[in-house]
């Protein structure tokens, strides 16, 4: 079952902050975030695991909500290099490959 | 290190070829995924292999088949191209372990069937 991200879209000015969600409708074992830029290839962020703490690095972070089913990414005082499209990938359990949503389009600008 | 290569970058193909889309990694991984991205829809996974010689189907297999002799290679082959498998196709790989480790991908190849 594909997870469902939120916004699809969103338009930033530099400075500002960000918050993209990923739900799903089974329990989650694991969430992974990817950024693509347009015309590379993903690129990989970070792995959140069922019981882990919320990860992040420099000015982007995520945490895991089980109860929820959900994973949200935070991007603070966005950079016009944050700009892409950035999708979740989903795992039920650790013997099952990931799903992906569809991506969430981020376009920061000056 | 070059990572995840895949070749070519670009091909074009008409209704009823084949071909087949090479992948090659260098990082020792066992795990290795075909993708198709399809504008506005994410990655869709055709089959992936937890190591050489063990391959299984994804979401989206029907007019793909894969093979793994080796760790590093894993050519993903189209039969009879039909024009909806027009797509951006990406190579993946990750380290064993289960599939929560972090995926490295290739660059990938744009394939037009026309």
């Known amino acids: 079952q594909q997870p469902v991200q939120s916004p699809q879209a969103v338009i930033l000015r530099e400075g500002e902050d960000a918050v993209i969600n990923c739900s799903s409708s089974?329990?989650?074992?694991?969430v992974h975030w990817y950024r693509q830029k347009h015309g590379e290839a993903p690129v990989f962020l970070m792995i959140?695991?069922?019981?882990?703490e919320q990860k992040g690095h420099d000015k982007i972070s995520a945490s895991f909500n089980e109860k929820k089913q959900q994973s949200s990414l935070y991007l603070t005082a966005s950079q016009l290099s944050y700009s892409g499209t950035y999708f979740c990938?989903?795992?039920?359990?650790?013997?099952?490959?990931?799903?992906f949503g569809k991506g969430t389009r981020l376009s920061v600008i000056a | 290190n070059a990572g995840v290569t895949q070749t070519p970058k670009f091909r074009i193909l008409k209704i009823g070829q084949s071909m087949t889309l090479q992948c090659a990694q260098d990082?020792?991984?066992?795990?290795m995924y075909w993708y198709r991205q399809d504008p506005g829809m994410g990655l869709k996974l055709i089959y992936y292999?937890?190591?050489?010689?063990?391959?299984d189907k994804g979401e989206v297999p029907n007019g793909y088949n894969v093979s793994r002799s080796t760790t590093e290679d894993f050519p993903l082959r189209l039969e009879l191209a039909a024009p909806s498998q027009t797509s951006v196709y990406f190579c993946?790989?990750?380290?064993?372990?289960?599939?929560?480790?972090?995926?490295?991908f290739g660059d990938g190849t744009r394939l037009s069937i026309l």
């Open positions: 993946a790989s990750s380290s064993g372990g289960g599939f929560n480790q972090p995926q490295h």
């Open positions: 089974k329990a989650l074992y694991s």
């Open positions: 959140l695991l069922k019981g882990g």
């Open positions: 990938g989903t795992g039920n359990s650790g013997n099952t490959p990931l799903v």
């Open positions: 990082m020792n991984h066992n795990y």
């Open positions: 292999s937890v190591g050489a010689g063990i391959t």
